[in-house]
């Protein structure tokens, strides 16, 4: 039996709870169900009825060319992406943490394309990787290459929106990690020089590594989200051309819920993403758990 103190504690803190979870159920949970709803019908934008069609649209998505070439074409970014902008973050966290004078200048360029509006950005990387007036295109040909069009090659545009996809990146896993860095104690620098550590790269395998990992873990899985989602630079700079080399699932999404207006097929293809890159966060989180130290 539980005293009347203890139920009127239970009690208060269940009316505290309550405005949280009156705000995700309207923010979160209410959405995701009327999502999972909209999958299972036939709904089109702007229609007044619709019909229920069960997992109709779930079978179509698999046996559907295009959305298998996007998801193949997402794939292909997050691996291009994604190391690039751990370890290239980590590596700028490195070099700007042994500065002093010049690390806030170094800071806030490298921070600057995580401020800047995407599209503004896109438009500018649009002129600078022009085949004519471009000075990308010029220096390419400078160097001896010829002329090439990086965004209208089939075997080259993808990875030319990779590598603008890791230049937005590289600032924020920069700054997540000069946090993580800071939380480091001298003393286990100490410690190590102590074990016989003497190296930069003895303490950076036994003492930076290790206590990075929460920092990794973190950075690697909002990294993984951000390039699935990967969406502007695909509108403005290739609309996803050359003959669907840039075609990503958000892309597609977005042709087939918002110009072909097929609302209940775009909802089963979020329902896919979204599941998708639970089961994929669970992974990594899982596998990087086994690896992090918790100070």
Known sequence: MTSPQARREALAGTLFALPALALMLALLIAPLAALILLSLTDYRLGAVALRFVGFAHYAELFGDEVFRRALRNTLLYVALVLPGAVFG?????LLLRARRRSRPFYEVAYFLPVTATLVAMATVWQFMLHPALGPVSALLRGLGLG????????ELALLTLALIGL????GFNMVLFLAGLSAIPRELYEAAALDGARSGIDRFLRVTWPMLGPTTMFVTITSTITAFKVF???????????????????YVLYLEGFQYFRTGYAAAMTVVLLGFLV???LLQARTIERRVHYA
């Open 89 to 93: 973050g980590l590596g700028l966290a």
């Open 279 to 281: 089961l994929l966060s």
């Open 167 to 170: 230049w937005q990146l590289l």
């Open 232 to 250: 502007d630079t695909v509108v403005v700079l290739t609309r996803g051309g050359p003959m669907g080399a840039t075609e990503t699932l958000l």
């Open 147 to 154: 002329h090439v069009d990086l965004l209208n090659d089939p």
